[in-house]
């Protein structure tokens, strides 16, 4: 059994990040997570929060760098690509505005220095609400995402040494274009799961793409795995983490159905568990946060710190702790009933916004190339 715990004043000093959605947030080992970028009230920002595990403390760095024309980071964005490899942050692409970038960044994070990186090789495309996953401590593999034109489904391997890049050829059958997805390396494979394509169908189809490692000396090739158990639903914006023997999916946000002009944004917990391999409900025994989506979540030992994030009308900021039932920090709840949310529900609790997605972002941004252009209309 886990609880969900809104995080107290007392669990953190410092001052913690301001509302967002669209971020990024990656965890530097085990000492600290950082927080870059997002949107807010029709704003793109740049900032970098991070989060002191052992002192429990948030501080913002004084980065030092120098970009290509004179700026000490990256300009502002969301919906970008973020991965930690050792002590450092690599950050590519996402969006600021009506224009989809495709510069190329590392942050190390015990000095505190950006620098943006000249790459080689076949260089992707500048895109949004692409998903990536390190490979190891040296790779970092990207799929998809949206150029302003179309949803894309190639897949790019960086060599973060030699800052090469390598677009990957592959054969057989591929997974549909996507972008708003999520890519994560399990072992030998990279999963990917749901997005939105092209025509606008947000889908819940889960993909394998082997041949990543070069030392297992295999073609690369995707396999469609439909699993048993409890599927989620399609979704997009939504995020995979990767705990112990499981993955954990929370939120994101589908479609109401052909004749519905509303979004529904998600809460519940879904797992993929490794071991048996299947999709299961992860029970939890009180009420959830707020259904949400393109929000972060990140993992600290056994527990899972939920940030920020979307759900159609208002941005984020709050904090909350996913424990199990044996974390001291559980204990607060013991004073109140809880409400318990079988395992088995189908759908948790969903949120249905009153206005459409699409007016929704043309309301977030007043200008004629939206957020979420066509990508996110349905």
């Known amino acids: 059994m886990h609880y969900w715990v809104r995080a107290s004043p007392s669990d953190f000093s410092g001052t913690t990040p301001q509302p967002r959605s669209g971020h990024t947030a990656v965890n530097i080992g085990k000492s600290k997570i950082v927080v870059f970028g997002g949107l807010v009230d029709k704003r793109f920002i740049s900032d970098l929060c991070v989060y002191d595990i052992e002192n429990k403390l948030w501080f913002q760095p004084e980065c030092t760098g120098n970009g290509s024309v004179g700026q000490v980071g990256p300009s502002p964005r969301a919906f970008h690509i973020a991965i930690a490899i050792d002590c450092h942050m690599f950050v590519f692409g996402g969006r600021s505005g009506s224009k989809r970038l495709g510069d190329f960044w590392v942050l190390d994070t015990d000095i505190w220095q950006w620098s943006e990186l000249t790459s080689f090789g076949d260089l992707p495309s500048p895109r949004d609400f692409a998903a990536a996953s390190a490979i190891g401590n040296r790779k970092i593999v990207m799929y998809g995402g949206w150029d302003g034109k179309k949803w894309l489904s190639d897949v790019y391997v960086l060599d973060t040494i030699s800052l090469e890049w390598m677009e990957l050829s592959v054969s057989g059958s591929l997974p549909p274009p996507r972008c708003g997805h999520t890519a994560t390396m399990v072992e030998k494979r990279m999963l990917v799961y749901g997005g939105r394509g092209g025509g606008g169908p947000i889908m819940g189809d889960l993909w394998a793409l082997k041949g990543l490692l070069e030392e297992e000396n295999e073609t690369p090739g995707w396999t469609q795995l439909k699993l048993p158990g409890q599927a989620p639903s399609p979704r997009c914006g939504h995020t995979i983490t990767s705990g112990g023997h499981y993955l954990l999916l929370f939120g994101g946000h589908g479609t109401g159905g052909w004749l519905s002009r509303y979004d529904i944004y998600y809460n519940e917990c879904i797992v993929l568990d490794r071991v048996s391999v299947q999709w299961k409900r992860l029970p939890t ?94």
Request: glycine share 4%.
């Open 285 to 378: 025994s009180n009420e959830p946060p707020p259904a949400r989506a393109y929000h972060s979540m990140t993992c600290i030992g056994s527990r899972y710190l939920l940030f920020g994030g979307f759900d159609g009308k208002s941005t984020f900021d709050d904090l909350w702790w996913l424990v199990p039932e044996e974390d001291p920090i559980a204990k607060r709840l013991t004073s109140s009933p809880a409400k318990n949310i079988p395992e088995d529900k189908d759908l948790a609790i969903a949120k249905e916004t009153q206005l459409s997605h699409e007016v929704i972002m043309q309301m977030l941004l007043k200008m004629s190339d939206s957020l979420y252009p066509v990508v996110f209309r349905t």
